[in-house]
């Protein structure tokens, strides 16, 4: 229970050096949680002049990323993310409104290249496989152009003109190629297309001065899983720091809740856990209400397993 209240004051103590409200995201951003996180702010009273917001996801959907970044940016005057583990894809997207990004030695965002579903297939793609497979047909298109060229002028020793070597040459590599961009669907790759030009349209709006920052993470990272860390987010964003050190406390206090997406989703604004305090209240709860309490339950330190609506201070007797 003395954990329970240091975390709470450490909570308040944050809230009062940033003049912030404080809130908790870990979950899949779709348009349910991101209601469910618009009526947390919006049953907050008084606000204080700043937000700071902990987001913990793994992607979602990017509808619903623009929707919660548009609406902070209208209700407080400085919008602060913290990064204390993954924010992913669509929690990168959101990102780029913020006023404010705080990277700890656990956090990461990562590219904005869309992740859809393959047909008839469990597994996801990335809009840019398309893309990258078309750019990788024009150049060895090319390449082997170029090779048939130079190789039947120089083995026919010039008894071809260049014209007809040209000929020859364009109707092999076409004659070598063309099964595999006849694989690809036109319909398909304009779907694509068009779920990039969505991220690259949200991007601008959220970031107007920052194009060549939304190009970089839509177009210029290889995975969909690629690491990007404080030092990587430096390159990209102006406005990137570390936790000071209060900043961290708050972080190892509610590490299991924020360093991956914990299977209960959390979405809360977390100085009402001072009001639950006060409370003390048995009964069961909503999110806003209940997650008071998450703990993490270890053996000797090694196999560790969260308990669901427990802090990461109170283990069960």
Not at 32 to 40: C, Q, R, S
Not at 136 to 162: C, D, K, P, R
Request: proline share 4%; aromatic share 8%; hydrophobic share 40%.
């Amino acid at each position: 229970m003395e954990n329970k209240k240091q975390l709470i004051r450490c909570i308040e103590f944050v809230a009062e050096e940033l003049d912030a409200d404080i809130f908790l995201y870990s979950a899949e951003i779709t348009d349910f949680n991101a209601d469910k996180l618009i009526n947390e702010i919006k049953a907050t009273s008084p606000k204080r002049d700043n937000v700071v917001l902990i987001m913990t996801t793994y992607g979602g959907d990017p509808d619903a990323a623009f929707r919660i970044a548009r609406y902070i940016k209208r209700k407080y005057k400085k919008f602060s993310l913290f990064v204390f583990g993954y924010c992913k894809s669509a929690g990168t997207l959101l990102a780029l409104g913020a006023d404010e990004i705080v990277i700890s030695d656990f956090g990461e965002l990562g590219p904005l290249d869309v992740q859809v579903t393959k047909d008839d297939d469990f597994r996801s793609e990335s809009v840019l496989d398309i893309q990258q497979a078309m750019s990788v047909i024009g150049s060895q298109a090319f390449e082997m152009f170029e090779s048939y060229l130079l190789n039947l002028i120089s083995g026919t020793q010039a008894l071809i003109t260049t014209k007809t070597a040209a000929d020859i040459a364009s109707s092999m590599a076409v004659n070598l190629l063309s099964p595999i961009p006849s694989q690809i669907d036109p319909l398909r790759l304009g779907e694509m297309n068009r779920l990039m030009n969505i991220a690259l349209a949200y991007g601008q709006r959220l970031k107007p001065e920052g194009i060549e920052v939304i190009k970089n993470l839509i177009y210029n990272y290889p995975s969909h899983s690629f690491v990007i860390d404080y030092e990587e987010a430096k390159k990209l964003f102006d406005c990137v720091r570390e936790p000071d050190d209060l900043e961290l406390e708050l972080e190892e206090m509610i590490l299991p809740l924020v360093r991956k997406p914990p299977s209960n989703e959390i979405i809360l604004n977390l100085e009402n856990l001072s009001e639950e305090n006060e409370e003390n209240s048995d009964r069961n709860h909503s999110d806003r209400e209940r997650i008071a309490e998450e703990s993490v339950s270890t053996d000797d330190g090694e196999n560790e397993a969260i308990e669901g609506n427990i802090l990461p201070f109170d283990k069960r007797q």
